[in-house]
């Protein structure tokens, strides 16, 4: 009986190293999905999200980001996700913290706890947002210009 309970025990200890091995190379595989980390001034940021496999990994991965933004449209029956949005992040004071384009529906950023300013431009159409940014955890803010906004983009 001492042999089946040891022989359980190994089992069940070799099938618990099989699955951290596994969620291991999940991980590095959802890591090695992620656009490249940027720089703006002191803020770093990373944008993208065009692709199955880099929109999952930048979704997993804005947990562990002070900011994530999400740019959508207004569709039919759902939003679609858009790019080349022309984004501004002021501080409380005004001063310019972030200016870039989004290469893809979503971007993260790392900023410093505080209140902001976004300034979101699509197709000359602006959508402006307050955010708080608290220490130790991630604030979402979605964005969603009205249906048709892009029509000219292709």
Known sequence: MALNRRGIVGLAGA??????????????????????????????????????????AIQSASRHWPLSLVFSVQAAPRAEYA???????????????LETTASGPFLLARLAPGSYSLRATLAGKTLERKVQIKAGSSARVELVWPAGTNQGKT
Do not use: F, H, N, W
């Open 83 to 97: 790019s080349d949005v022309k984004l501004e992040i002021r501080d409380a004071k005004g001063a310019m913290q």
């Open 15 to 56: 099938v618990l190293s099989v699955g951290l091995l596994l969620g291991g190379v999940a991980q590095a595989q959802a890591d090695s999905a992620l656009p490249a980390v940027q720089k703006s001034g002191a803020v770093e940021y990373l944008s993208g999200g065009i692709g199955l496999d880099e929109s999952t």
